[in-house]
């Protein structure tokens, strides 16, 4: 399965930016800019948590922000913005996330900032 989309401006949701968002099994691929373009791609494995954000704007006019949590260096907050299906966008990438880490038998750990005792003898 795989999501296309496109970021579209808040007004009636038509899509007359230049960013292209990919949503595959195993990577979330943006792409964006007219005369210089950036790609950017992360691994579905490193996707940690996944949010939907959505405005009164976006919601009247089928709209939806995915914010996704990532262990990548480059974007550690992935956000696509003003997209439509957003719900099913973001219960497609929590999904593939979890199964992708499965497949690669990976583990998320988090710090809560355990405090060490200075003398431990």
């Known amino acids: ?25 195993d990577i979330i691929n943006i792409k964006a800019g007219f005369l210089k373009t950036v790609e950017d791609d ?6 940690q948590d996944v949010k939907l954000e959505a405005t009164l704007f ?3 006019f089928g709209l939806g922000t995915v914010v996704c949590f990532t262990g990548d260096t480059t974007h550690q907050k ?23 880490r499965m497949k690669r038998r990976t583990l998320n750990t988090l710090d809560i900032g355990s405090v060490v005792p200075d003398d431990l003898d």
Do not use: Q
């Open 1 to 25: 399965m795989e999501f296309n989309e496109r970021k579209r401006i808040l007004f009636f949701g038509l899509p007359w930016t230049f960013t292209k968002y990919t949503v595959k099994e």
């Open 42 to 47: 992360c691994y579905m494995y490193k996707v």
């Open 58 to 60: 976006e919601r009247i």
């Open 78 to 100: 992935l956000t696509l913005v003003h997209i439509k299906n957003a719900k099913a966008v973001k219960d497609f990438i929590l999904e593939a996330s979890e199964t992708a």
